[in-house]
């Protein structure tokens, strides 16, 4: 058996303002959905970037409790260049969400950045440096 990856999912408290964020990031969102209890967004490749309401996981986990206290997962998201890196940051910052990281050169060969999106979930951006 081949192992895919189909889905990552956010548990959210705000569902119209996780739907704002990742819509201002670039992830295709149908519009009318702001109120749903759950959403799909198909990203390029395939997988499927998914939301449920705290409600809507509570139905089949009546225990279910959100975690607090920093991320233990991050969404990375290819910008593809560098300065798509620094543009759609500050792009974020500027419309209020949360910066994080603020763009920089990592060891690995990256420009990097990291945001918080409504939920306080790390979004990394990252694209590689051109080579010197």
Same mark, same amino acid.
């Given at each position: 058996?081949?192992?895919?990856l189909g889905f990552i999912g956010i548990v959210t408290n705000d569902m119209a303002a996780?739907?704002? %964020?990742?819509?201002?990031? &670039?992830? $295709?969102?149908? !519009?009318?959905?702001?109120?749903? $209890? /759950? #959403?799909?967004?198909? *990203?390029?490749?395939? #997988?499927?970037?998914?939301?449920?309401?705290?409600?809507?996981?509570? &139905? %089949?986990?009546?225990? %279910?409790?959100?975690?607090? &206290?920093? /991320?233990?997962? +991050?969404?990375?998201?290819?910008?593809?260049?560098? =300065? +798509?890196?620094?543009?759609?940051?500050?792009?974020? #910052?500027?419309? &209020?969400?949360?910066? /994080?990281?603020? !763009?920089?050169? =990592? #060891?690995?060969?990256?420009?990097?950045?990291? *945001?918080?999106? $409504?939920?306080?979930?790390?979004?990394? *951006?990252? @694209? =590689?440096?051109? @080579?010197?």
């Amino acid at each position: 058996m081949t192992l895919r990856l189909g889905f990552i999912g956010i548990v959210t408290n705000d569902m119209a303002a996780s739907l704002a %964020f990742y819509r201002a990031l &670039g992830v $295709p969102i149908e !519009p009318g959905q702001d109120d749903a $209890p /759950h #959403v799909d967004a198909l *990203l390029d490749g395939g #997988v499927a970037l998914a939301w449920d309401t705290v409600e809507t996981i509570r &139905g %089949f986990d009546p225990t %279910f409790v959100p975690a607090s &206290g920093g /991320h233990r997962i +991050a969404l990375a998201f290819d910008q593809g260049s560098p =300065a +798509a890196v620094d543009a759609t940051f500050a792009s974020l #910052v500027d419309a &209020g969400y949360a910066g /994080h990281v603020e !763009p920089w050169d =990592a #060891v690995w060969g990256q420009r990097y950045a990291t *945001l918080l999106d $409504p939920d306080g979930n790390s979004v990394d *951006l990252y @694209a =590689a440096l051109a @080579a010197n």
